[in-house]
């Protein structure tokens, strides 16, 4: 199973280059075929330039001009829309994620699961120096969304997921233009039948650079997307929902933490 990695940057000259090499060097370590796709959202800084040496070095990455407006969530979109695996994940610019909880997600799809999420808010997973005042207005918007939804999964706001192709061809078209992308294509996998499996992760901030999600973010257009999905779910009589019937046999969802394992719908603990 091939791995695209979708990583949108805005000014991430100081970041992008240590992510990029710790991705290939840990996917190619572990002998998983994959791309690299680093979405320039407009920069104004060295970005293009960093990536462009980067894929001279690695002919798996690439530097994409995002060909939209400035927005994460449409450089996510040119990412989605380019990418040739089977799978594919999304990743930050900015180093928080870990590439070896890529390799986690990756070992999900491969099992079946056609969606791999991670909590950074269950047993065995670790944050480093998350800023209080974000880590509050996070924590509030994801009860809100357990509460809505009752999927059982605690950090759908979570940019960094995975998923397989036809998920993403099936949550087509996309709305958000922001970083509400980020719980439009969870909820909308979830509440269309996918199966997912959830993992813990880990989460550092970010060392350099400057953080692009300002808590205005998680205001009107977080709403608008969440009660978009909810009223799919309840008043389109299943008209979204993957066809059950002509689909391959596939997990259910499932958490996992530590040794913890339940099958069944997805269980949580904040």
């Known amino acids: 199973m091939k791995l695209s990695v ?10 992008v280059a240590e992510t990029v ?4 060097a840990t996917l190619s370590r572990e002998g998983i075929e994959h791309e690299v796709t680093v ?3 407009s ?3 060295g970005t293009i330039a960093v990536v462009e040496r980067l894929a001279t070095a690695h002919p798996q990455v690439r530097c994409l001009p995002s060909p939209y407006r400035n927005g994460f969530g449409f450089a996510v979109r040119a990412g989605l829309e380019s990418f040739t695996g089977d799978a594919v994940a999304i990743v930050m610019a900015d180093g928080s994620d870990s590439p070896e909880d890529l390799v986690t997600y990756q070992r999900l799809l491969e099992e079946g699961y056609e969606c791999a999420f991670g909590s950074r808010f269950v047993q065995g997973a670790r944050v480093v120096d998350y800023p209080p005042s974000k880590l509050i207005m996070n924590r509030i918007v994801n009860f809100g969304i357990r509460l809505l939804f009752r999927h059982g999964y605690n950090d759908t706001t979570n940019a960094f997921k995975a998923y397989r192709r036809e998920v993403i061809e099936n949550v087509k078209p996309f709305l958000s233009h922001h970083f509400n992308l980020t719980v439009e294509l969870p ?9 997912f499996g959830v993992v813990p992760i880990s989460w550092t901030n970010r060392k350099a650079g400057v953080s692009k999600l300002s808590l205005n973010e ?17 008043l389109s009589r299943g008209d979204y929902r993957r066809d059950d019937e002509k689909a391959p046999p596939r997990k259910r969802g499932i958490w996992r933490a530590g040794k913890l394992e339940r099958k069944g719908r997805a269980l ?3």
Not at 187 to 195: I, M
Not at 226 to 234: D, P, T
């Open 218 to 234: 998680m205001g009107s257009r977080y709403l608008f997307i969440i009660l978009y999905v909810f009223l799919e779910h309840h």
């Open 6 to 15: 979708v990583i949108p940057a805005h000014n991430e000259e100081e970041t």
């Open 268 to 270: 949580s603990r904040d």
């Open 21 to 24: 090499e710790g991705l290939v």
């Open 43 to 45: 920069s104004t800084d």
């Open 39 to 41: 979405v320039d959202d």
């Open 187 to 195: 909820l909308k996998a979830v509440v269309r039948g996918y199966s």
